[in-house]
């Protein structure tokens, strides 16, 4: 042999071929096998945070808003937060048609409410003295009213249980329609008070007073239409659901003041007259009220009280509202 050495002996590969390649991946597709899972619930568990951010957003008010008087039944189970949670929160804060019935079920109605006499008709007595026509006979425009021996005078009275009646009753739905607010330097004229109703197309009508009768008399009475058909005067129409208001506003007056009925007019604090221009020209349902004596020292002295006068005019409006509600 001349030169040349011998090479070392060169082992077998054990993975000749397509095996090799195979062999050199699989501590990869072990690594990966362990890594991929991992990855996949991380970014499955950030999909779940991105949707209920997105949720959030969605709904951004946690409470639900409840317009003021709407009833939240506490048979519902409460949601996280106080309220219900976003899957059910209504679309609109509107409440839902059987709430709006239940707290406004005066909704569509017109009511009239005619506070007696003005607290300036005292300077105008040439005005309220003239005559004007009731159908069957003619009157004084209006009168200045009565008052109690110390001075709290009819007006003062009946435009103060008026504006809180029309409160309760413009909060059950009704449009309330007044005779007059006090923004009128005298009158309306007991014609004119009639029309009022009759072209507000009311659906009912009260008319607020106080009786100056002699001081020994005492309590309440109702006051209603009789049939009456003579010149503008046609009450056909009206005497019967008048009747039915007027027994209304006896028994609610009677339970919610405390006040008697009547000692000295009406029969159970109920009377029945063709004299009145406000009621013989009214096409509506209509009831007088004289709500106490004042000339009476114990009525006088519960119709002076501002907390008497809310529980009158509580009472007017739970009549009213009865009868329109059938």
């Not at 008399?217 to 006051?223: A, C, D, K, L």
């Not at 009206?238 to 039915?244: C, E, G």
């Not at 009214?282 to 009476?296: A, D, H, L, T």
Request: glycine residues 10%; charged residues 20%.
């Amino acid at each position: 042999m001349t030169g040349r050495t011998t090479p070392p002996p060169v082992e077998p590969d054990p993975y000749p071929g397509p095996e090799r390649r195979t062999a050199r991946r699989r501590p990869a597709v072990k690594l990966a096998s362990v890594v991929l899972p991992v990855c996949l619930i991380g970014w499955l568990g950030w999909q779940a945070v991105a949707n209920s951010a997105r949720d959030v957003t969605a709904h951004p008010s946690v409470s639900p808003h409840y317009a003021e008087g709407d009833r939240v039944d506490a048979s519902d189970p409460p949601a996280p937060g106080g309220g219900p949670s976003a899957d059910e929160a209504a679309p609109s804060s509107s409440p839902s048609p059987s709430a709006s019935a239940s707290n406004r079920p005066l909704s569509g109605k017109t009511v009239l409410l005619d506070p007696g006499h003005n607290a300036g008709n005292v300077k105008h007595t040439s005005d309220i003295n003239r005559q004007v026509s009731i159908g069957n006979s003619r009157k004084e425009c209006d009168t200045t009213g009565t008052s109690t021996n110390a001075g709290y005078s009819e007006a003062d009275f009946t435009l103060d249980v008026v504006h809180r009646a029309r409160q309760i009753l413009q909060d059950r739905g009704a449009t309330v329609t007044l005779t007059q607010d006090g923004d009128r330097p005298w009158g309306p004229c007991i014609d004119e008070r009639a029309r009022i109703g009759n072209e507000a197309k009311a659906d009912a009508a009260v008319s607020v007073h106080a009786d100056g009768a002699p001081a020994s008399g005492s309590g309440f009475h109702v006051i209603m239409p009789a049939k009456v058909v003579s010149g503008p005067a046609d009450t056909s129409a009206i005497v019967d659901p008048s009747h039915r208001l007027g027994v209304l506003l006896r028994d609610t007056f009677t339970s919610g003041t405390g006040e008697p009925t009547s000692s000295y007019i009406g029969r159970q604090g109920l009377d029945t007259r063709s004299d009145l221009g406000g009621l013989n020209l009214s096409k509506i349902p209509k009831v007088f009220i004289e709500c106490g004596n004042m000339r009476n020292t114990g009525d006088a002295g519960r119709m002076s009280d501002p907390e008497w006068r809310q529980r009158a005019a509580q009472a007017v409006a739970d009549a009213l509202t009865s009868y329109l509600t059938g």
